[in-house]
T-cell receptor
């Protein structure tokens, strides 16, 4: 039973445009959500997070939106840059000290 | 520099030959965990440890062992590796009460 779903395996975007990466979850106990970015031959690195008490969190070019009623979150990257090309993992947990459940990841390619 | 260090980074071995992947963190984190990444399956948790001498199974523990004798180290042991354990392995850690995991660079294991 996959509790965190990233249904699109890949996304290709033109440099300068917006990238929108989607994530759905099924466990209503999840209350903290994170995005990780992974380059080839490196470990995943933390990108941005959001708690369930918020519906938006912004950090520079990266914004995460949370829609709790739809159990959906999205990561927006504006403007997209070639260096953003990586695998992005969505993750969720029911709270601090709890297990982090990851999605399958989405490969983002930003074309120059 | 705060980091999680895994060794070896790359290993090719044969079925049945015991091996250990080491993991060490220098951040005094209580929580440590092992994940494997496989194509189309994302990151799946193998084992985790909440503190010294406290370990528990994750989602895919079969064929693996762990130990946590010291706070900084969390080795992953494959007593009798099989080809289905060919994968990319990540060790991660976090402080008590935190949600963000810090990952190592990964260990690519091939079992022939």
């Amino acid at each position: 039973d996959q509790q965190v779903k990233q249904n699109s395996p890949s996304l290709s975007v033109q440099e300068g445009r917006i990238s929108i990466l989607n994530c759905d979850y099924t466990n209503s106990m999840f209350d903290y959500f994170l995005w990780y970015k992974k380059y080839p031959a490196e470990g995943p690195t933390f990108l941005i997070s959001i708690s369930s008490i918020k519906d938006k969190n912004e950090d520079g070019r990266f914004t995460v939106f949370l829609n709790k009623s739809a159990k959906h979150l999205s990561l927006h990257i504006v403007p997209s840059q070639p260096g953003d090309s990586a695998v992005y993992f969505c993750a969720a947990s029911p709270g601090a000290n709890s297990k982090l459940t990851f999605g399958k990841g989405i490969t983002l390619s930003v074309r120059p | 520099e705060a980091q999680v260090t895994q060794n070896p980074r790359y290993l090719i071995t044969v079925t049945g030959k015991k091996l250990t992947v080491t993991c060490s963190q220098n951040m005094n984190h209580e929580y440590m965990s092992w994940y494997r990444q496989d194509p189309g399956l994302g990151l799946r948790q193998i084992y985790y440890s909440m503190n010294v001498e406290v370990t528990d199974k994750g989602d895919v523990p079969e064929g693996y062992k762990v130990s946590r004798k010291e706070k900084r180290n969390f080795p992953l042991i494959l007593e009798s590796p099989s080809p289905n354990q060919t994968s990319l392995y990540f060790c991660a850690s976090r402080a008590y009460g935190a949600n963000v995991l810090t990952f190592g660079a990964g260990s690519r294991l091939t079992v022939l």
